[in-house]
């Protein structure tokens, strides 16, 4: 791995489904994050972690859950999935939370129908 | 509330200069950021500045004023592949990031 990964790449879902997004970093950052991107939107944070074992919500949270169980894995779970959380999700790293630049996952495609 | 604005989409001339204005309101300031998005792919990082001024970085130049609460990015001597949208953001008081919606630069030959 080099990097940040995400899987899957695309996905289309059931309205009512549970799924669970990956998101891996190899770089030993403290700090994890997940956004959603919509059409005409800026990035929109979703939830957070400072550093392992900790997680924090941002700004439109519901309907999603994380866990940061180690350094490495930071999965976001859609417990029962919707079609307004159709979008592209990127989870990003970063060394520190404050001013450090943040690396991007390539992104995950999700489509609820 | 917190806010930021930046121009939906610029058209330049290759081997121009081109400047994408952004203003923000956010509770707190900890840094502006500038990140490029090339069409179906994941931002990538440009530049951070926290202090008032300029910081230049090869074709491309980021400016701040805090009291204005206004950023810059320059993009000089434009390449094809310059196309993409470039996305302005703050981190506040919490440390978390407020985005922009972004600008779709078009270059045209």
């Known amino acids: 791995i080099a990097g940040i990964t995400q899987a899957p790449t695309s996905q289309i879902l059931a309205a009512g489904r549970r799924m669970t997004l990956r998101c891996t970093q190899d770089m030993r950052h403290n700090a994890m994050y997940w956004y959603r991107q919509d059409l005409g939107l800026g990035l929109r944070l979703i939830h957070y972690s400072n550093t392992a074992g900790t997680t924090g919500k941002g700004e439109v949270p519901d309907g999603y859950s994380v866990s940061r169980a180690n350094t490495d894995d930071f999965p976001l779970t859609l417990a029962s999935a919707v079609p307004s959380q159709t979008s592209v999700y990127f989870c990003a790293s970063s060394l520190a939370v404050h001013g450090d630049e943040q690396f991007f996952g390539p992104g995950t495609r999700l489509t609820v129908l | 509330g917190q806010n930021i604005d930046q121009p939906t989409e610029m058209t330049a001339t290759e081997g121009a200069i081109v400047q994408i204005n952004c203003t923000y309101q956010t509770s707190g300031f900890n840094g502006l950021f500038w990140y490029q998005q090339h069409a179906g792919e994941a931002p990538t990082f440009l530049s951070y500045n926290v202090l008032d001024g300029l910081e230049e970085k090869g074709r491309f130049s980021s400016f701040l004023s805090r009291s204005k609460g206004y950023s810059y990015l320059l993009l000089k001597e434009l390449q094809m592949k310059d196309s993409a949208s470039y996305l302005c953001?703050?981190?506040?008081?919490?440390?978390?990031?407020?985005w922009g919606a972004g600008t779709k630069l078009i270059i045209k030959p």
């Open positions: 953001s703050c981190q506040d008081s919490n440390y978390q990031l407020i």
